[in-house]
């Protein structure tokens, strides 16, 4: 059995938190707002959610998208490393088809020598855009299969990571720099994201952690965390399954503008699955917006698997969703238009929750 990829998957609930909790950050762009503004706020969250007791910190992986400006993972986790001391950082994921395994094993390995030891490398299959800027990002002229490589790519990742591969392995001699040739004995911990059943049996057969996309595809939920769990083999890096579900969560002091909130993104997910994405509304736009039959229907899937309303309302809903679904830990996602909202809402679900009250680590 080889060594694991890194130090325990695990963390620990607080308060009265059924499971650890974690953030999924969109670094959400709403309308009148910049980059700028959007990326310190995510600084602002992520000090706040160390502070009281969460568990890691994910940003995920988009392009071409301007109500999201999350394109660079590593770029933002650095500067995150920068301004926290205990919160595992990660990607929640890296796009990998879209990358050469030996970029992200040196991208992650750069971080996890920024960070030792809080590194999570989250890696899923699908492009995470259209097809024309799939094309444009891997210089295929056309666009690729979906995914077909993408258990081999995982793999090979795995072994720039560990520095082992076999003997006759063409890349035998090739290093990924920080890394193991080098004397480092940590390593990012690799996790397998999924919204359908595929990544959830691969992440079974090697033995990985498993992060499903609730939030999104929450018709598949629980057939894939029974497929993930059934396919399980006990590896170095874990003994037995391990899953954090994404969900959106938008609690408020008033919960009919917690529901506002949820509308904006509503609204940005409406228009990106018609083909014009675009920065996230206000709450006036969301509200007057006049919903199509078939805007209807994916208004109505986005908000039927949201939380929204005050914060027990909130913790009640995720409370329900984690027995439901046996999840190991639960990763609160959000694309509301308004930054102060956001963090606001993460301080009423600590609250609700009983999370310690410490202070944000300087930096």
Do not use: C
């Not at 970029?103 to 490398?121: K, M, N, S, Y």
């Amino acid at each position: 059995m080889t060594e694991p990829i890194s130090g325990p998957v695990r963390g620990s609930a607080h308060g009265t938190a059924p499971v650890p909790l974690s953030v999924l950050d969109l670094v959400a762009l709403g309308e009148g707002n910049t980059a700028h503004q959007a990326l310190a706020a995510s600084q602002r969250l992520a000090r706040l959610v160390e502070s009281r007791g969460f568990l890691r910190y994910w940003v995920a992986e988009h392009h071409s998208m301007p109500g999201i400006s999350s394109s660079s993972p590593a770029v933002i986790l650095a500067h995150l490393a920068a301004h926290t001391r205990r919160l595992r950082l990660g990607s929640g994921g890296v796009m990998l088809p879209n990358h050469a395994p030996l970029v992200i094993a040196e991208q992650f390995g750069t971080l996890e020598a920024l960070a030792p030891g809080r590194i999570d490398l989250g890696l899923g299959r699908a492009p995470g855009t259209d097809g024309a800027t799939t094309a444009a990002l891997r210089r295929t002229g056309g666009t690729p299969g979906a995914g077909d490589d993408f258990p081999a790519e995982v793999r090979e990742l795995i072994g720039f990571l560990r520095g082992d591969f076999p003997d006759r392995h063409p890349y035998r001699g090739v290093h990924a720099v920080p890394g193991p040739v080098q004397g480092h004995t940590e390593h990012p911990q690799v996790w397998l994201l999924g919204s359908s059943g595929f990544s959830a049996r691969l992440a079974g057969e090697l033995g990985l952690p498993f992060a499903f996309a609730h939030h999104f595809s929450a018709h598949n939920t629980l057939p894939a965390l029974e497929l993930y769990r059934s396919t399980f083999r006990p590896s170095a890096v874990l003994a037995e399954p391990y899953v954090t579900l994404g969900v959106f969560a938008f609690a408020g002091d008033d919960p009919r503008e917690a529901r506002r909130q949820a509308l904006t993104g509503a609204l940005a997910t409406v228009r990106l699955r018609s083909g014009r994405p675009g920065l996230i509304p206000t709450p006036e736009e969301a509200e007057a917006h006049v919903f199509t039959e078939r805007e209807t229907a994916v208004l109505g899937g986005w908000l039927d698997n949201a939380l929204y309303g005050t914060a027990d309302e909130v913790t009640a809903g995720l409370d329900e969703l984690r027995k439901r679904t046996g999840a190991d830990e639960l990763m609160l996602a959000m694309n509301s238009h308004s930054l102060d909202f956001r963090v606001r809402s993460y301080e009423l679900i600590s609250d609700a929750y009983g999370l310690p009250a410490g202070t944000p680590a300087d930096g």
